[in-house]
């Protein structure tokens, strides 16, 4: 009877164990399934959900300081696995997964759960090429070639298709006069680059130039450096002790398409001089070209110097006093405008062309 009894009791037990077995087998395999999958979206705030794509984001070496993102789903207990602490550096706190770049290169970030949760992230750190700009010289006079280089951040070999992922263009400007240049210029299917340039700066101030990186219309890398242009020879670029005879000279202005400054330097009876004029890089009406010269050559001796100090718009013989100021004279040149300064006389002088119908103009200098 006793026995009976027993295995009745246990055959009960066993069906009693069994089904607590199976509930909470059910149970625990109920609260599996309620767990959402791990996700990440970015933590921006415009009232929508940003969330990570294909599983991998991009950040910008070194520009970008950090990314921020968020985490859900999982059971909510979070370990943080990081394939390269020296390329990333990882926090997070409060829900949010903070990404700091170190250094180029691909990285993996593992989020996994207490429940084996997990989700794999591939961090895409890319060298941005970061400008940096640098002049031969710093400081020089006015006609001096001034020449700059730009650099990157990147101390590899760096293609031109390595800067149009980065950069739609680069420009190189002069805030004196607001002027650009095009250092890089990116098409859809073609792009022109220069990494040296050069230019003549023909006015005495600090001048302060940048290179500026544009992406998507918005400026992400800039360099600044200044140079120091002076006017302390005798004439332009000139000591008069240094001229020589018979040299011409084309000076670069890679802010102007229509023209550009030309010097000649003689020796005559042991007088040195010059003469400024200018040339024109592409053909255009004649007549506008001759009549716009000079006015820019009378404007540019004016800006360096003062207002005349003789003109034939005014009540005396401006003819007489080139005759005597000038030793060295140019046949058929009528005087229009006389400079003197502490070391040099300077003159426009007017050169009618019978074959051209035009007049032609230019600066002439000797010293005092």
């Not at 415009?46 to 300081?65: A, G, H, I, M």
């Not at 760096?158 to 890089?184: H, K």
């Not at 030309?262 to 592409?282: D, Q």
Request: aromatic share 14%; proline share 3%; glycine share 4%.
């Amino acid at each position: 009877m006793y026995n009976r009894t027993l295995k009745n009791r246990m055959k009960i037990f066993g069906v009693l164990f069994l089904f607590t077995t199976c509930f909470l087998f059910f149970s625990c395999g109920k609260d599996d399934d309620d767990y959402q999958p791990i996700q990440l979206q970015y933590a921006i705030l415009n009232d929508k959900p940003n969330p990570v794509t294909n599983n991998q984001v991009s950040l910008n070496f070194p520009s970008e300081t950090k990314n921020e993102l968020i985490i859900f789903g999982g059971d909510g207990k979070y370990a943080i696995n990081n394939s390269d602490n020296t390329k990333l550096s990882i926090s997070y706190a409060d829900g949010y997964l903070t990404l700091t770049p170190l250094a180029a290169g691909n990285v993996t970030v593992k989020i996994t759960d207490s429940h084996n949760n997990f989700y794999t992230l591939t961090v895409q750190i890319i060298n941005q090429l970061e400008l940096n700009m640098s002049a031969k010289k710093e400081a020089g006079n006015i006609f001096d070639l001034m020449v700059f280089n730009l650099n990157t951040s990147y101390e590899g070999r760096i293609t031109l298709l390595d800067l149009t992922e980065t950069y739609d263009s680069i420009v190189w400007l002069c805030t004196n006069t607001s002027q650009r240049f095009r250092v890089l210029e990116s098409q859809e299917n073609s792009g022109s680059f220069t990494w040296q340039w050069s230019n003549c700066f023909f006015l005495p101030a600090v001048y302060e130039t940048c290179v500026l990186g544009y992406k998507d219309s918005q400026i992400i890398s800039s360099d600044t450096v200044y140079v120091d242009i002076a006017n302390d020879k005798d004439f332009l670029g000139f000591k008069w002790e240094d001229v020589e005879s018979k040299v011409s000279t084309g000076y670069e202005n890679i802010f102007s398409d229509e023209y550009y400054f030309v010097t000649h330097e003689n020796v005559t009876n042991n007088i040195p001089s010059i003469s400024l004029f200018l040339s024109k890089n592409y053909i255009e009406n004649e007549a506008a070209f001759f009549s716009k010269s000079r006015k820019i050559l009378f404007d540019y001796i004016c800006s360096l110097y003062f207002s005349p100090t003789y003109s034939s718009d005014e009540d005396n013989s401006i003819l007489d006093i080139y005759n005597d100021l000038f030793r060295n004279k140019k046949e058929a040149a009528v005087p229009e405008s006389i400079w003197v300064t502490s070391k040099s006389n300077i003159v426009l002088l007017e050169e009618y062309d019978g074959i051209s119908g035009y007049s032609n103009y230019e600066i002439y200098a000797e010293p005092k």
